[in-house]
């Protein structure tokens, strides 16, 4: 009877590590959390030198907008804004020209609350090389 017990216990132990192997294999085999893929510049797509950085600020009924121009190619932002009340106009600004290495600053405002405001862009002509002295 004990030699049974002692072919059980060996059979049992021989399970458990066998079933402890393969869920350690599972659990090391499971793949990593995905990371966000780096996107890889595209070469034909246009430029990749273009648009003003932008943040706008809501105080109230009035909106601005800083725009600050990092590139060589000339950028038209307009400010839009939607107001919340369904009486209330919504705004869009005059055109701005943001020129390379420039900022600008646009303001609009609703009569009483804003519910959303955003910045659009145009690029406007290819930048152009220094001209030489002398050619």
Do not use: I
């Not at 995905?34 to 105080?59: K, N």
């Not at 932002?77 to 646009?106: F, G, M, N």
């Amino acid at each position: 009877m004990r030699t049974l017990q002692r072919g059980f216990a060996a059979y049992a132990s021989v399970a458990a590590l066998l079933f402890g192997t393969a869920v350690a294999a599972e659990v090391h085999a499971a793949p990593a959390p995905a990371e966000e893929p780096v996107a890889a510049p595209s070469a034909g797509d246009g430029p990749e030198d273009f648009g003003a950085s932008c943040h706008t600020v809501v105080e109230g009924s009035r909106v601005t907008a800083h725009c600050r121009n990092p590139y060589p190619r000339t950028d038209r932002v307009r400010l839009h804004v939607e107001c919340d009340p369904w009486w209330d106009l919504d705004t869009d600004s005059a055109p701005v020209d943001v020129a390379p290495a420039d900022h600008a600053t646009v303001t609009a405002r609703c009569w009483k609350d804003v519910r959303s405001a955003w910045v659009t862009h145009e690029p406007l002509g290819d930048p152009s090389p220094p001209a030489r002295p002398g050619t």
